[in-house]
């Protein structure tokens, strides 16, 4: 539902009762001259020896004004881990555990301060199980296909020869998606969660020890900037400038994953059609299209294999981009493929697909239990 979140307090929302905590003395931090200045109170190394989860704590002073920023993800508060996620009857719980871990390190605050706090950044998302023997690597390497808007930078990232990391993004917000089982052991560097916990490892060794290894594709929308997230809650008809417990919302989260998932993939499913025949899919659209041209038929079928191949739509429309085109080209092409978003072009898609649509229809907290339950369903 919702992992990280990053949360500002104004000076009535907090008290500092450790100022060393944060690398420096009371005088020192108060007394600082300077348009902008900030100091760190992060987890320490015996917190992490001890697998306590703690936030990462911020003081930024601009101006007069000491703000608090307030950094942590939120499953990992209550399970320790965020393979597991939470439902909207944990607040209460995420709020007592994070005041408590905020207080150990010497910032008092009130439940009602941290409920009303201001958001300025979170990561709605979605942990998805494949079943029936897909892998979270097949699925990346699938959705890796399809067309994007030039707005977005693309990053992949292979490792040993696979594919487990595809992220969509600007510096306002991006779009990632991953095999959060091999992420859990990843090199803090390599890996895409970069705050991993000990138990994520036993998770991980966990899972590894079952007969059929689990698979979980991770889906996870970040919206970086204050700006971006109010336009998306606007977009959504939500309430703008929201606070903690206005995110705090399996609903919420739930538009919005879904929001991004139509938006990037809603109009390439056709993609993801498990049936590659020329005759088919020709046969198909005289069906759909009873008096289409015959040559305009054959056409799509060969647009329709070229975004296909191994490099899916990008690969074909880098191919069109560096070969003189005109600007009204590659627009003149996504016109045809208009013609086959229509259903009867995905009736018959892969199985993660089915996957994603589940989850993302039922948006269900995924907790370890419904694991087992899935691998006993399969065998």
Known sequence: MLDTVILQLNP????????????????????????????????????K???????????????????????????????NNNVEELNDSDFDLVIKTLRERMQSMGVLVFSTCLENAEIISFHPSKNIPLSKG????????????IDCSKRFDFDEKNYRNNVEVLQFYTRSHSFVIYDKINDLVKPQK???????????????????????????????????LKQKLNSVMDFLGQKTNPTFKDIFSKELCKKI??????????????????????????????????????????????????????????????????????????????????????????????GFIKDIRRELKDFKPYRLTKTQDLMCKEK
């Open 12 to 47: 009535s929302q907090y008290h500092i009762q450790i100022y060393e905590n944060f690398g420096a003395t009371k005088e020192q931090i108060t007394g600082a001259r300077g348009g902008f200045r900030k100091w760190i109170n992060n987890p320490t190394t015996q917190d």
């Open 134 to 145: 897909y892998t979270a690597n097949l699925a990346i390497k699938e959705l890796n296909k």
């Open 257 to 350: 994953v879904n929001s991004y998932w139509d938006n990037f993939f809603g109009d390439n499913l056709f993609i993801f059609n498990t049936n590659s025949s020329p005759q088919y899919i020709l046969q198909l659209i005289f069906m759909k299209y009873p008096k289409i041209k015959i040559l305009k038929a054959i056409k799509i079928v060969g647009l329709y294999l070229l975004c296909k191949d191994d490099d899916g739509i990008r690969g074909f429309r880098q191919i069109i981009d560096s070969h003189r085109h005109k600007r009204t080209d590659w627009q003149a092409v996504k016109q045809d493929l208009k013609q086959l978003e229509d259903e009867i072009f995905t009736s018959s898609v892969w």
């Open 49 to 79: 020896k001890n697998d306590i989860y703690k936030p990462r704590l911020t003081l930024i002073k601009r101006g007069a004004v000491l703000f608090l920023k307030v950094e942590f993800s939120a499953p990992k508060l209550i399970f």
């Open 190 to 224: 390599r890996a895409t969660d970069k705050d991993q916990t000990k138990q994520q490892l036993s998770i991980f060794d966990y899972i590894q020890t079952n007969e059929q290894a689990l698979q979980i594709l991770r889906l996870e929308i970040r919206l970086s």
